[in-house]
């Protein structure tokens, strides 16, 4: 805090006036010594912070209570394979074999929302995005479960053959985004990924939850999370187009609606790094 008091301090004696204490005039010393005072810890909500900082209302709850649905407890797992190039169809083969059993066993708490490989962006790569329906704890039964599935760890030991790497998160829904529900086809699905500055989410939350009703006119909105394991302070939108070309005109009438401009210019400062895939459904995809 002792920087931010020095340059507050500084910032204090040019609105005063004055170039600042000097030995010998100690009206300007009580000046700026009281406007530091006034500058402290117990005067937060005061006028004069106002005039240097933002004012961001304290938040005492974590962002998963304050973002996410209330009337579910979802959890959802998304996973980026990257694939041997030469394994992509087989890859892809023993994948379609396997992952809708689970999909539509009954004592399993999850369930396929989305299945693809990427098309324009990291080559070679499958993107899996499941749901738990019951949260953590459905997630927990679910893995316990798949240590006794034979057929399941056979899978996975051949799929290990196939990979050059893997990587996981675990995610939340906004509360604000559309719930991903099935779709019939044929789409390509974008999904956008954004990493954030720590300790922006709640402000990126606020910016969306007023702009997504610019995205809704052409059902492309098709799910928003933000991750809470794995690599913090990541979302990702995923989005559905009929083709490019309707992506790319969905796009620009968006830019046509009055307010849309206004979430670009607020958000794209939270931004740290930016990243879009654009993707083909496989066969076994609820989203198609």
């Not at 100690?26 to 912070?49: H, L, T, V």
């Not at 030469?86 to 066993?105: G, R």
């Not at 099935?182 to 974008?190: H, K, L, Q, V």
């Amino acid at each position: 805090m002792a920087p931010r008091l020095c340059s507050i301090s500084a910032a204090a004696r040019r609105l005063l006036g004055g170039p600042g204490p000097r030995a010998g005039d100690a009206a300007a010393a009580a000046a700026a010594a009281a406007a530091a005072r006034f500058y402290s810890k117990d005067n937060e909500g005061s006028w004069f912070r106002s005039l240097f900082v933002h004012k961001v209302d304290p938040r005492k709850d974590a962002h998963s209570t304050l973002l996410s649905k209330k009337e579910t407890s979802n959890l959802y797992k998304i996973q980026f394979h990257n694939v041997k190039p030469e394994c992509l169809d087989a890859y892809n083969s023993l994948t379609e074999a396997v992952l809708p059993k689970l999909h539509l066993d009954e004592d399993y708490p999850c369930s396929l929302v989305g299945n693809w490989n990427t098309w324009y962006g990291e080559q070679d790569q499958a993107v899996h995005l499941w749901r738990f329906s019951g949260g953590y704890p459905a997630l927990t039964d679910c893995m316990n479960k798949l240590k006794n599935n034979k057929e399941y760890l056979e899978f996975r030991e051949e799929r290990s053959q196939m990979l050059h790497s893997r990587r996981n998160q675990l995610l939340l829904e906004f509360s604000f985004w559309n719930e991903p529900e099935p779709r019939a086809g044929p789409n390509i699905y974008e999904l956008r990924t954004y990493k954030l500055k720590p300790g922006t989410m709640i402000e990126w939350g606020n910016n969306w939850a007023r702009a997504i009703k610019y995205r809704q006119e052409n059902q492309e909105a098709v799910g928003g999370f933000y991750s809470q394991i794995g690599e913090l302070y990541v979302v990702h939108h995923l989005w559905a187009y009929k083709d490019l070309q309707s992506r790319n005109e969905t796009r620009n009438a968006a830019w046509r609606k009055t307010g849309w401009d206004e979430n670009v210019y607020y958000t794209v400062p939270l931004v740290r790094h930016m990243e879009c895939r654009v993707m083909i459904p496989l066969k076994i995809s609820p989203l198609q």
